[in-house]
T-cell receptor, first 113, second 110 residues
Framework: NAGVTQTPKFQVLKTGQSMTLQCAQD?????MYWYRQDPGMGLRLIYY???????DKGEVPNGYNVSRLNKREFSLRLESAAPSQTSVYFC????????????FGSGTRLTVV | DQQVKQNSPSLSVQEGRISILNCDYT??????FLWYKKYPAEGPTFLIS?????DKNEDGRFTVFLNKSAKHLSLHIVPSQPGDSAVYFC?????????FGAGTTVTVRA
């Protein structure tokens, strides 16, 4: 099924551990994004990549790093997880940055204990 | 500083009636507005959008209205169906960023 694939779907980390969330899209989209969803906060942009080879900070980038590995893949890394990073993480892609309907993955539910 | 606000966290409506979801924004640079629908354990899916040069856009049962002077948009769903029960996010775009509201949970009662 074409779209955005995120792995893993669930993860529990201990404080201080690191991990990488993976995202891949097969729609030949140029732009990719990482959002986090918290209760009462909507979706907040962590990082985005307007095109292959470029990445930029969003609203809440602290504690995260990203890599646009190629046009298809955009990963999000937590170097030293903190309980405040407990959230649901969504990857999305779009043909162009900032406009049109984004296609979202099904999310990664991350708990940091 | 939330630039897109959905002040009603929830809405309950009877099947067959109209659902009206509201959204306010503060950034006058927003030039494109979208609504997304989200079911539990799934990612948001694009529903309908409107450019700032228009004041209305229809797609089947869904209509989005934009009032630029009031910085307000609304989504009308007519008639509401049980499958419409979901969380609806309002979103607005300026340059390279899409900003989302906190969402409104819609429950359609039989």
């Amino acid at each position: 099924n074409a779209g955005v694939t995120q792995t893993p779907k669930f993860q529990v980390l201990k404080t201080g551990q690191s991990m990488t969330l993976q995202c891949a899209q097969d729609m030949n989209h140029n732009s990719m994004y990482w959002y986090r969803q918290d209760p009462g906060m909507g979706l907040r942009l962590i990082y985005y990549s307007a095109s292959e080879g470029t990445t930029d900070k969003g609203e809440v980038p602290n504690g995260y790093n990203v890599s646009r590995l190629n046009k298809r893949e955009f990963s999000l890394r937590l170097e030293s997880a903190a309980p405040s990073q407990t959230s649901v993480y969504f990857c999305a892609s779009s043909l162009a940055t900032g406009q049109g309907g984004y296609t979202f993955g099904s999310g990664t539910r991350l708990t940091v204990v | 500083d939330q630039q897109v606000k959905q002040n009603s966290p929830s809405l309950s409506v009877q099947e067959g009636r109209i659902s009206i979801l509201n959204c306010d924004y503060t950034n006058s640079m927003f030039d494109y507005f979208l609504w997304y629908k989200k079911y539990p354990a799934e990612g948001p899916t694009f529903l309908i959008s409107i450019s700032s040069i228009k004041d209305k856009n229809e797609d089947g049962r869904f209509t989005v209205f934009l009032n630029k002077s009031a910085k307000h948009l609304s989504l009308h769903i007519v008639p509401s169906q049980p499958g419409d029960s979901a969380v609806y996010f309002c979103a607005a775009s300026a340059r390279y960023k899409l900003s989302f509201g906190a969402g409104t949970t819609v429950t359609v009662r039989a």
